[in-house]
């Protein structure tokens, strides 16, 4: 299942060609969904395994839950996803796995994420809990870009 057929997935295609393992394609993004208890999206959606490989967070997440909900096996689950798609979850794994991480704080408002740089000192980085790509991260290097920053995200929340 995908979205993009970028060189990973590609490279995954050939080694499971080349181990004989049998293999439908489906590019998720021009198929519609059933939502009903009914496998699938076509006949090609009644598989043993689903390989998870969308690029998009909210497509891989949406599809692996209604796949789950089918009771499929999906690989890279909802769960995973989850997980991974969101860096405040992703941190709480890490921590809880004691993986050292970077320090970081949570913040709801301006002036909690004000009071939360003076817990980590500058240089600082703002970044928004779901996004790929260094999509509106945004470096924190002294007290006054750090609040004109907080002050034009006030208006992207929940960001």
């Excluded at 208890?37 to 599809?63: K, P």
């Excluded at 004691?98 to 703002?126: C, H, Q, R």
Aim: charged share 25%; hydrophobic share 40%.
């Amino acid at each position: 299942m995908y979205d993009l057929m970028r060189l990973d997935e590609k490279m995954l295609v050939e080694s499971a060609k080349a181990k004989g393992v049998q293999l439908e394609l489906t590019e998720v993004k021009s198929k519609p969904v059933k939502l009903w208890r009914e496998r699938g999206v076509e006949e090609n959606m009644d598989c043993d395994v689903f390989l998870q490989r969308c690029t998009s967070y909210f497509r891989a997440l949406h599809l692996s839950k209604v796949l789950e909900l089918f009771g499929s096996r999906v690989i890279n689950n909802s769960e995973a996803i989850t997980i991974c798609g969101n860096k405040l979850f992703t941190t709480v794994a890490l921590n809880r796995a004691d993986i050292p991480t970077p320090k970081s704080v949570m913040a709801f408002s301006k002036d909690s994420a004000i009071k939360a740089l003076e817990m980590v000192g500058y240089p600082a980085v703002l970044k928004p809990v779901i996004g790929s790509w260094g999509r509106l991260i945004a470096p924190l290097n002294d007290p006054e870009s750090a609040l004109a920053t907080f002050e034009s995200r006030e208006y992207m929340h929940p960001l």
